[in-house]
């Protein structure tokens, strides 16, 4: 049988309760919690959006229009949180700032997720911790809660509802439990939908489910559980509906420099932990506290781990937790995409179950009966805001890396400071697009990074494209229908500026990553002069628009100089 923890004081007992303690805990949380919002409004601010970011905006203004995808355009998964970036730029208008507001939301969601789910297997209070805790750390979760990739959000806040689900099924006799059982299916069928890594949650799901059962404590009729695969399939259904056309290509992983599972496993330990314990900075991997400290911290707290892990299975308590612990480094390892650990991207999901883990560590330690006489009843009031205000130490530490503070690292003009701000950091994309207009120009070929934000900061009065890299083909068809489209590249003389404003250093045709091979301004200049083919130039710093007087293939650019794509960037 299952321990259960016993209550603990809840956030309205918190505000209640007459001890000074309890007072400084409660104005402490509610910092917090507003420190993590205005950090996120803050980078939002900060810096402008990437192409990837934009073509997840393209696609919520598409559905707008009553034009679907199932999945993230140029990919055979990724789907469902578009559909909500739609729903936000109903709300709040289209724009770079509320682009990015849709995960800061998401995250709030999870966060809110996580305190119930903290409740329901630790006591009220060890959710509130940790998911105050998770929404102020680390640093590389603010940042990716600031940017729009189309899916990842999504499918956290669908596997942590399907998690909370569970919980209640198992330990309620709710009049509701059909109902219940059915939102369990469908929040694992849109997580399905989103990407596979909703496995992190429907792994452990099944298998606690399993135990359960094993325990008595837990039982399912068949109606009930055929309610729950139709409701899973339900939820997937636009994800069974595009693999059927395309003859399942999802279930093909594209080309990926995949090195297998241990060396997976190996960059788990020395990079997707630190950096989910907020000890190494995202990109760089450079530990915060040195070399020798950040490993031996490191591993001391995986140590901590696998131990909280033990006493928790020992004591049959909080068993969700335990299970999904056994399974996330192995879904880690067997993904072929984790290799890339240097945003975080793919720890995304152990993020909630590290909170968690080091709140209920603190009370372990705490709890000590030799340590909890020493400081006696303040442990209890004190315990959280320690461990998060180190928490906060780590996140202001990484922070202050980059000042003034930009989420991504690269500096946008030269004059900002602290104190700037602006609601439209991608200005730099809508002043070119201006341009573009205003000298007739609708049509534009463009490297990756430069063709989609561009697009989205136009709303839709310019059609843009890359020529080798290209997202959505029907983009690319109907530039190849206009009469004239202008080939964006960079100016070389203004290298510096193209970065400053853009963010970005790969900025011609065919560019996305390292070792691409890039359209130069003067081969395709040469193109048309050996082809006999007139063009105009315009300057638009820190551009060059060269727009031929008719027509020109973009295939047969990419053959002339060899333009392809030997490597697609993960997601």
Not at 257 to 276: C, E
Request: aromatic share 12%.
């Amino acid at each position: 049988m299952e321990m259960v923890a016993p209550p603990e004081t809840s956030l309205d007992e918190l505000s209640t309760s007459p001890s000074v303690g309890s007072r400084f805990a409660l104005v402490f949380f509610i910092l917090i919690g507003l420190f993590g919002l205005a950090v996120r409004i803050w980078a939002l601010g900060r810096h402008a959006i990437n192409a990837d970011q934009a073509v997840v905006g393209l696609m919520a203004e598409q559905i707008l229009h009553g034009h679907l995808s199932a999945f993230y355009w140029g990919q055979a998964y990724g789907g469902g949180e578009p559909y909500i970036v739609a729903l936000v730029f109903a709300v709040f208008g289209q724009s770079t700032f509320s682009l990015g507001l849709t995960p800061v939301l998401l995250d709030l969601v999870a966060a809110i997720l996580l305190w119930r789910i903290g409740s329901r297997l630790f006591g009220p209070r060890i959710g509130i911790e940790a998911a105050l805790l998770f929404w102020i750390w680390p640093e590389v979760y603010i940042w990716q809660s600031t940017i729009e990739y189309g899916f990842r959000w999504f499918v956290l806040d669908c596997g942590l509802l399907a998690v909370l689900l569970t919980l209640r099924v198992i330990s309620s006799t709710s009049r509701h439990r059909m109902l219940e059982i059915a939102a369990i299916g469908g929040s694992l069928g849109l997580g399905w939908w989103g990407s596979p890594e909703i496995m992190y949650f429907a792994l452990p799901i099944f298998f606690y489910l399993l135990y359960a059962m094993a325990c008595q404590q837990f039982r399912i009729h068949l109606r009930e559980l055929f309610v729950g695969i139709v409701a899973a399939a339900i939820g997937a259904s636009a994800w069974i509906e595009a693999n059927v056309v395309s003859h399942f290509a999802s279930l093909r992983s594209g080309v990926q420099p995949d090195p297998g599972i241990l060396h997976h496993l190996k960059v788990f330990v020395q990079h997707a932990i630190p950096l989910l314990l907020g000890l190494q900075l995202k990109m760089t991997g450079r530990w915060i506290i040195g070399l020798t400290a950040g490993n031996i911290v490191n591993y001391l707290a995986v140590a901590l781990c696998v131990a909280l892990v033990v006493v928790l299975a020992v004591r049959r308590e909080a068993m969700f937790l335990v299970i999904f612990c056994l399974f996330a480094p192995l879904i880690y390892g067997l993904s072929p995409f984790t290799w890339y650990w240097n945003d975080g991207r793919y720890a995304v999901f152990l993020a909630p179950a590290a909170s968690l883990l080091v709140i209920v560590g603190a009370r372990e330690v705490l709890s000590q009966r030799a340590i909890a006489k020493r400081i006696g009843s303040a442990a209890v009031w004190l315990r959280g805001s320690v461990v998060i205000a180190l928490g906060l130490a780590l996140t202001l530490v990484a922070m202050s890396e980059s000042s003034p503070y930009h989420p991504d690292g690269v500096r946008q003009t030269g004059s900002e400071s602290w104190t700037s701000w602006t609601s439209d950091p991608g200005a730099g994309f809508s002043n070119v697009a201006r341009q573009l207009r205003a000298d007739g120009i609708d049509g534009v070929y463009a490297g990756y990074w430069i063709a989609y934000p561009l697009m989205f900061a136009s709303k839709g009065t310019i059609t843009a494209s890359d020529v080798v890299y290209v997202r959505n083909p029907k983009f690319l068809s109907t530039l190849e229908q206009h009469r004239s489209t202008a080939w964006l590249m960079l100016n070389p003389k203004d290298y510096r500026l193209g970065v400053a404003l853009t963010g970005v250093s790969l900025m011609n045709p065919s560019c996305a990553v390292v070792p691409d091979r890039c359209l130069l301004p003067r081969e395709l200049v040469s193109y048309l002069h050996q082809n006999n083919i007139a063009y105009r130039e315009y300057t638009m710093a820190p551009f060059l628009a060269i727009v031929p007087s008719r027509p020109i293939s973009p295939a047969a650019i990419n053959a002339e100089f060899h333009l392809r794509s030997p490597y697609t960037s993960p997601k």
